[in-house]
């Protein structure tokens, strides 16, 4: 039987989730995270994508965020999103109007260093795109 930890999803509009967890997959920006009970601490930047949390009762549920502070110490793991939302409340219409004005952005950037960050962006978004609608 795995350990659990606490684990906290926060955005600016409301607290997601606070409840105890056995596992919780990160879109962390240097490639996915899976945080455990007694994860060394660290703390990381998020790329949009998908949280998978895995509750201690067993149940998996995932969220869409964009972007955002992950803090994971010895007390459990708190996400601080971007944005974020349930899976099952995400609009593919909301990250397509993400996608238009990234586009936007790219277009009028004038500098070559917001035009490779937009650029990111753009294809992280897409990703996850392919990873949400399609799955």
């Known amino acids: 039987m795995a350990d659990n930890f606490n684990f906290e999803l926060v955005s600016p509009e409301r607290l997601l989730v606070s409840e105890q967890a056995s596992e919780v997959v990160i879109p962390a920006t240097e490639g996915e995270m899976t945080v455990m009970a007694r994860h060394a601490p660290a703390m990381t930047t998020l790329k949009p994508g998908v949280v998978t949390v895995k509750s201690a009762a067993g149940q998996t549920v995932k969220y869409v965020v964009f972007g955002g ?25 909301d990250l397509q109007a993400r996608i238009e004005t990234a586009k936007k952005e790219l277009a009028s950037a004038e500098d070559h260093e917001k035009r490779n960050s937009i650029e990111e962006f753009l294809s992280e978004l897409t990703q996850l795109h392919g990873a949400v609608i399609a799955g």
């Open 69 to 93: 502070f992950a803090d994971i110490n010895d007390t459990g793991l708190t996400v601080l999103a971007e944005s974020a939302v349930p899976v099952a409340e995400f609009s593919a219409d």
